[in-house]
């Protein structure tokens, strides 16, 4: 799991944006994954998945508070959170004021219906290329379609892992573009769910918000984070033991 903290994106969000800006304006391809607990655990039970987070294509941004916090006490320089929906809302903010092409693919067909409305009306200058609901099933051809429209920006949202593992699969089709799995975003950006309120985001606890409002979240939550507690536990417990032995 190390590996996938040493990974980190390290610098502020703002700077991050700076970088995926100047990518869309060089025409440079980008992968970006937004890691939270879930990711990582994903990474170690997952060969594949695991290739995926550690390849040189791959970005890996600190999503969860849970990610940030840990990679601070194993000592990773993360100083922030750059969460999946702010970044989707940049993208489409950068994208309409470049006049750029957007693919999206996620969601249920009424998510994303108000996700394109949202985006005809709030960022006009973004042209969306191409569309598809996340319930369809061969989701390969949505890609191998998209192939010859050179899209700028291709947002995924389908859920951890097969939405990184699907723009993963097709990524080496694509000379530019930034590709990102963005999860519940859409259901965000459409209007569909609201996000929580600024001061749960202030305070860190967005997922306390989002266990409220969906309760069914609560096993997976406390799987993935029980999880991922005690296996940083164990790391920092090994790291001082080992500044220990070498003092
Ligand atoms: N989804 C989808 N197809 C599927 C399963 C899920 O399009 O087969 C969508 C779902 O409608 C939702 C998103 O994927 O919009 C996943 O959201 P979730 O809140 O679970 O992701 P998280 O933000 O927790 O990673």
Not at 29 to 51: K, L, Q, W, Y
Not at 65 to 79: D, F
Not at 144 to 151: F, G, R
Request: with cysteine; proline share 3%.
């Amino acid at each position: 799991m190390l590996s996938y903290f040493a990974k980190l994106y390290s610098k502020t969000k703002e700077e991050f944006y700076q970088d995926v800006a100047k990518n869309l304006k060089e025409e440079k391809r980008m992968f970006i994954v937004t890691a939270n607990p879930e990711t990582f655990n994903h990474g170690i039970e997952d060969s594949d998945f695991n290739d995926l987070l550690l390849n040189e294509n791959t970005t890996l941004i600190p999503d969860g508070i849970g990610i940030v916090k840990s990679a601070q006490m194993l000592k990773y320089p993360v100083k922030e959170r750059i969460t999946g929906v702010d970044l989707a809302s940049k993208l489409l903010e950068l994208g309409s004021s470049h006049h750029l092409k957007i693919a999206l693919l996620g969601a249920q067909e009424e998510v994303l219906n108000s996700l394109i409305k949202v985006i005809n009306n709030n960022y006009p200058n973004l042209k969306i290329i191409k569309y598809e609901n996340g319930y369809t099933k061969d989701k390969d051809k949505f890609f191998t379609a998209l192939k010859s429209l050179e899209p700028d920006i291709c947002l995924v949202a389908l859920g951890i892992p097969a939405q990184e593992k699907l723009i993963y699969k097709h990524l080496n089709k694509f000379k530019k573009g930034i590709f990102v799995g963005v999860g519940g975003s859409f259901d965000v950006l459409s209007g569909t769910k609201k996000r929580a309120p600024k001061l749960f985001q202030k305070l860190n606890i967005e997922w306390l918000y989002r266990l409220i409002k969906e309760p069914k979240r609560i096993k997976r939550f406390y799987q993935n984070n029980i999880k991922f507690i005690f296996k940083v536990r164990k790391l920092k417990k090994e790291r001082k033991a080992h500044e220990n032995s070498s003092k």
